[in-house]
Nanobody, 122 residues
Framework: QVQLVESGGGLVQSGDSLRLSCAASGQFFNAYAMAWFRQAPGKERECVAAISRSGIGTYYADSVKGRFTISRDNAKNAVYLQINSLKPEDTAVYYC???????????????WGQGTQVTVSS
């Protein structure tokens, strides 16, 4: 029922910044907690950030805390991930995900986007 489309990835250099965007379809965007996951080759999928339905509550993985900021605009059916001070270790496919109700940091999300590739060169 919800379609998610990520954008904003690309090839960047260490120290650069990116803003990833996730556009959601549907009328009930404000009923979903949203999250960003990433997965690098040979690595487990990792929840890096999540945001509550209202946008008030947020979660960040320790590995990205201080560099990543998640936000949402319910009027635009969009969620964003601002990434600063990019490192090669941030290279991964980044996925937008949605679930009814509250934030979780495991992969228990109902809807997923196709992912957007972020590649950070040194």
């Amino acid at each position: 029922q919800v379609q998610l489309v990520e954008s904003g990835g690309g090839l960047v250099q260490s120290g650069d910044s990116l803003r990833l965007s996730c556009a959601a379809s549907g009328q009930f965007f404000n009923a979903y907690a949203m999250a960003w996951f990433r997965q690098a080759p040979g690595k487990e999928r990792e929840c890096v950030a999540a945001i509550s339905r209202s946008g008030i509550g947020t979660y960040y993985a320790d590995s990205v805390k201080g560099r990543f900021t998640i936000s949402r605009d319910n009027a635009k059916n969009a969620v964003y991930l601002q990434i600063n001070s990019l490192k090669p270790e941030d290279t991964a496919v980044y996925y937008c995900a949605a679930r009814s109700g509250m934030i979780v940091v495991t992969g228990e999300y109902e809807y997923w986007g196709q992912g957007t590739q972020v590649t950070v060169s040194s």
